[in-house]
């Protein structure tokens, strides 16, 4: 294999974080890659740690943003991307050595356009991991792009992130990235993610806004019982707001599309537990998070890949 494999890089005031992300791509095994840094108008060192790497190594390729948001980084990383294939990277994620190898492989095999993989959470300090997820997906969308690898045309076909979607752009990209090719599911764990601060979502109005956002792009993709987990999902964060009303308006939508029932048993119990406050906040959250995945279907059958 020779293919080129562009590792697009957003990135913005992480100039500590990004040293270790472009590490990581010149620990890689595969060696034909490049490294397409979008730095997206940092005020600290940014620049001059990318621009530093890429004087020693001509793969390493540094651009300022024409725009503003991850969502433009993302889409001129693409754009200047020379490779076939597009492996992305968060600046405070690492890929493993294996990835590119273990991702192009895959996708050589398989002969599939997109491929999302395994991948690891640890805690910066102590190394210690947090999360770990592999083959669980049961969707038609989903998110965190540094576990992806994917053909460059498909990205480009689709129109590529949209910042209107923030700041579930990556999952909102996905769904429309299934009307041309349906994701495989990699069984290698090829990328490491530590939570820092800013880096962990929260429901806000944006949130739920995008959520919905989603659901409008997608109405035409997703089954009656896809599109019912994201409407929960929206009255759960509509409920973290303060908004009961519109829980309830989203939960009735969601018990709507889920033929087993357990939606409109949340809905029921929603109706009656909305009303108390204080400490049964946190109770009817705890209730709903778990109704919402409680024996969550297969709603998308993804083939699976390994190398062996």
Not at 189 to 209: L, Y
Request: charged share 25%.
């Amino acid at each position: 294999m020779n293919e080129l494999v562009s590792c697009v890089v957003p990135t913005y005031n992480r100039a500590n974080f990004l040293k270790d992300a472009i590490e990581s791509s010149l620990g890689q095994t595969y060696p034909h890659w490049e490294m397409v840094i979008v730095d997206d108008k940092s005020t600290d060192n940014t620049a001059e740690v990318a621009l530093e790497y890429a004087a020693r190594d001509p793969r390493i390729r540094y651009f300022l943003n024409p725009e503003k948001g991850v969502s433009s980084a993302r889409n001129y990383g693409i754009q200047m991307a020379q490779g076939k294939y597009i492996a992305f990277l968060d600046d405070d994620d690492i890929s493993l050595p294996h990835r590119f190898e273990s991702q192009l492989k895959a996708m050589v095999k398989s002969g599939n356009g997109f491929l999302v993989s395994g991948f690891q959470s640890k805690d910066k300090a102590t190394g210690q991991v947090l999360e770990e997820q592999k083959l669980e997906l049961k969707a038609t969308c989903t998110g965190f792009p540094s576990r992806w690898m994917i053909r460059k045309d498909l990205l480009e076909k689709s129109g590529g992130f949209d910042q209107a979607a923030a700041p579930l752009e990556d999952i909102e990209l996905s769904s429309r990235l299934a009307a041309f090719e349906t994701f495989a599911l990699h069984d290698d764990i090829v990328a490491v993610t530590f939570p820092t601060e800013g880096s962990a979502s929260s429901a806000t109005e944006k949130k739920v806004r995008a959520r919905l956002v989603l659901l409008e792009r997608s109405q035409n993709l997703f089954s009656p019982m896809e599109a019912a987990w994201w409407q929960f999902s929206a009255a759960t964060d509509y409920y973290m707001l303060g908004q009961k009303d519109k829980a309830l308006e989203y939960l009735k939508k969601a018990a709507a599309g889920d033929k087993r029932g357990i939606y409109g048993f949340a809905y029921q119990y929603f109706r009656i537990a909305k009303s108390l406050g204080g400490p049964f906040k946190r109770v009817n959250m705890k209730v709903l998070s778990v109704l919402r995945e409680f024996n969550l279907p297969m709603l998308v059958e993804h083939p699976i890949i390994s190398n062996g």
